[in-house]
C-alpha cells in the first residue's frame, strides 16, 4: 500500500483565498483524522471520521474550516477565508479498526505544508 | 485542563549511551499511550504502543514504561545512533475515545 496520500504538498497563497487540501487513506481503514502542527501549538487534533462520519469537530478552529469525507477513499479539509495564522503544516492520517491485532495506531501522511501571504 | 507534558528542553546525547524521554499528563485517564517518532519535513511514524495495564514494552533497542499512578511514561533508546536523531512525541487515547491526543514531542541529537 501507498500509505496515506496528501496534497498538495505546498501551498502558498494570499490572505482572502480558498484552500482545499486533499486526503487519501489507506484502503481499509474506517477512521480518518485531520490534525495540524505549528511550533507553537504542536500537533492539533481538528476532526475526526468514523466510517465516513464526523464524530468530532471540536478542534476546528472556526467557521471557516471544513472538512467532508464523501467516501471512504477521499477526505478534504477546505479553508474559506484564509488568514496569514493559518500557517501550519496540515496532515492526515488514518487507522484500522480495533480489534484483533489492531489497537489504532495511526499512519500520517506527509503533510501539506500552507503559507498564508 | 488536560495537559501532556514532554521533556522542555532538547536531548543531546553520545552514540552508544541510552535516552530517556518523559512523559508527563494531568487530567486524562488513558487507555493506550503511543510513542511516535518525526524526522523534519515527514510526518509522524508509529513506533510503540502501551495498554495502561501494561507496565512495560520493548521493541529492539526501545523500552517504554507506563505508571498510571505516577501518570508518566518514560521512552528509552537504548544504544543510541545518530540515526537515532529525531523528534519524539508521545500521544494518550482515553478509553472509549478515538482521538489521539500529543505531546509537544522531545527532540533528540545522538553525536557520533
Known amino acids: 500500500d501507498a500509505g496515506v496520500i496528501q496534497s498538495p504538498r505546498h501551498e502558498v497563497t494570499e490572505m482572502g483565498q480558498e484552500v482545499t487540501l486533499r486526503c487519501k487513506p489507506i484502503s481499509g481503514h474506517n477512521s480518518l483524522f485531520w490534525y495540524r502542527q505549528t ?50 503544516v496540515y496532515f492526515c492520517a488514518s487507522s484500522a479498526p480495533k480489534g484483533g491485532a489492531n489497537t489504532g495506531e495511526l499512519f500520517f501522511g506527509e503533510g501539506s505544508r500552507l503559507t498564508v501571504l | 485542563s488536560q495537559k501532556i507534558e514532554q521533556n522542555s528542553e532538547a536531548l543531546n546525547i553520545q552514540e552508544g549511551k541510552t535516552a530517556t524521554l518523559t512523559c508527563n499528563y494531568t487530567n486524562y485517564s488513558p487507555a493506550y499511550l503511543q510513542w511516535y517518532r518525526q524526522d523534519p519535513g ?8 502501551i495498554r495502561e495495564n501494561e507496565k512495560e514494552k520493548r521493541k ?53
Do not use: W
Open chain 1, 39 to 88: 511550533m507553537m501549538r504542536g500537533l492539533e487534533l481538528l476532526i475526526y471520521f468514523n466510517n465516513n462520519v464526523p464524530i468530532d469537530d471540536s478542534g476546528m478552529p472556526e467557521d471557516r474550516f471544513s472538512a467532508k469525507m464523501p467516501n471512504a477513499s477521499f477526505s478534504t479539509l477546505k479553508i474559506q477565508p484564509s488568514e496569514p495564522r493559518d500557517s501550519a
Open chain 2, 60 to 112: 529492539e533497542r526501545l523500552k517504554v514504561t507506563f505508571d498510571t499512578t505516577l501518570k508518566q511514561s518514560l521512552f528509552h533508546i537504548t544504544a543510541s545512533q545518530p540515526a537515532d536523531s529525531a523528534t519524539y512525541l508521545c500521544a494518550l487515547e482515553e478509553a472509549f475515545d478515538y482521538k489521539l491526543s500529543f505531546g509537544a514531542g522531545t527532540t533528540v541529537t545522538v553525536r557520533a
Open chain 2, 42 to 49: 515527514r510526518g509522524p511514524v508509529f513506533l510503540l504502543l
